[in-house]
T-cell receptor
Framework: DAGVTQSPTHLIKTRGQQVTLRCSPKSGHDTVSWYQQALGQGPQFIFQ???????QRGNFPDRFSGHQFPNYSSELNVNALLLGDSALYLC????????????FGPGTRLTVT | AQTVTQSQPEMSVQEAETVTLSCTYD???????LFWYKQPPSRQMILVIRQEAYKQQNATENRFSVNFQKAAKSFSLKISDSQLGDTAMYFCAFSRNAGGTSYGKLTFGQGTILTVHP
C-alpha cells in the first residue's frame, strides 16, 4: 500500500518564476492538505482540497493556488516566486471524516535563488 | 485563532533513559485533537500519538505517553527507554474537532530537536 508521494524531491527556481508541485494521496484517501515548512520551523497550513474544491485556506497570498484531480491527486502552484518561498512543502492526505488521521508525504524542498 | 508553543528548542537524552517534551496551547474551543509528530532527518512527518480533548485518560503508544492537562492547556510527551532511532524533530500540533466544518487543519508548534546519545 503506497503512502503519500510527492514530486519532485528537490527543486531550484529563480525569483519571479512559477513552480508546480505534485502530490498523490495514500490509497483510499480523498482529501489533500498542503503545508509550508520553513527551515527550523513548524509547518504552516496553506490550503486543503476535497472533491476538487478548495475547502479551507490558511494565511497565504493568492500567488499560492492549487488543484485537485478526479483521482484525488493534487498540485500546488506558486507564481512570482520570492526568496521567502524557499521551504519544504508537505502534502498530507486523509479520508473525509477522518481528519485526525493525516498521513504526510516526504515533501518537496524548494529553493528560490 | 489557536496557537501552539514548544518552549524547548533542543533536548538531549541518553539511550534507555526517559525524556519529556513540553507543549502548551491556546484555544477557545472545547472539542479538539492534540498530536505529537516526529520528523527525522528524512523529512517524513510521522504521527507519534494523538489525544482527543474530551477523553480524560492520557493516550499511550508503546514507549510514548502524554500528560494532557486540559485546564492548564498543557500537552507533554514522555518517551521511555529512549532509542537512537528516536532522534528527530518533534512537533506538537492542534486540530479543531467541530464535526464536518473542522476539516482537520493542523496548527503546529515550533518544534523540539531531540538527540538520543548512545
Amino acid at each position: 500500500d503506497a503512502g503519500v508521494t510527492q514530486s519532485p524531491t528537490h527543486l531550484i527556481k529563480t525569483r519571479g518564476q512559477q513552480v508546480t508541485l505534485r502530490c498523490s494521496p495514500k490509497s483510499g484517501h480523498d482529501t489533500v492538505s498542503w503545508y509550508q515548512q520553513a527551515l527550523g520551523q513548524g509547518p504552516q497550513f496553506i490550503f486543503q482540497y476535497y472533491e476538487e474544491e478548495e475547502r479551507q485556506r490558511g494565511n497565504f497570498p493568492d500567488r499560492f493556488s492549487g488543484h485537485q484531480f478526479p483521482n484525488y491527486s493534487s498540485e500546488l502552484n506558486v507564481n512570482a516566486l520570492l526568496l521567502g518561498d524557499s521551504a519544504l512543502y508537505l502534502c498530507a492526505s486523509n479520508r473525509t471524516g477522518f481528519s485526525y488521521e493525516q498521513y504526510f508525504g516526504p515533501g518537496t524542498r524548494l529553493t528560490v535563488t | 485563532a489557536q496557537t501552539v508553543t514548544q518552549s524547548q528548542p533542543e533536548m538531549s537524552v541518553q539511550e534507555a533513559e526517559t525524556v519529556t517534551l513540553s507543549c502548551t496551547y491556546d484555544t477557545s474551543e472545547n472539542n479538539y485533537y492534540l498530536f505529537w509528530y516526529k520528523q527525522p532527518p528524512s523529512r517524513q512527518m510521522i504521527l507519534v500519538i494523538r489525544q482527543e480533548a474530551y477523553k480524560q485518560q492520557n493516550a499511550t503508544e508503546n514507549r510514548f505517553s502524554v500528560n494532557f492537562q486540559k485546564a492548564a492547556k498543557s500537552f507533554s510527551l514522555k518517551i521511555s527507554d529512549s532509542q537512537l532511532g528516536d532522534t528527530a524533530m518533534y512537533f506538537c500540533a492542534f486540530s479543531r474537532n467541530a464535526g464536518g466544518t473542522s476539516y482537520g487543519k493542523l496548527t503546529f508548534g515550533q518544534g523540539t530537536i531531540l538527540t538520543v546519545h548512545p
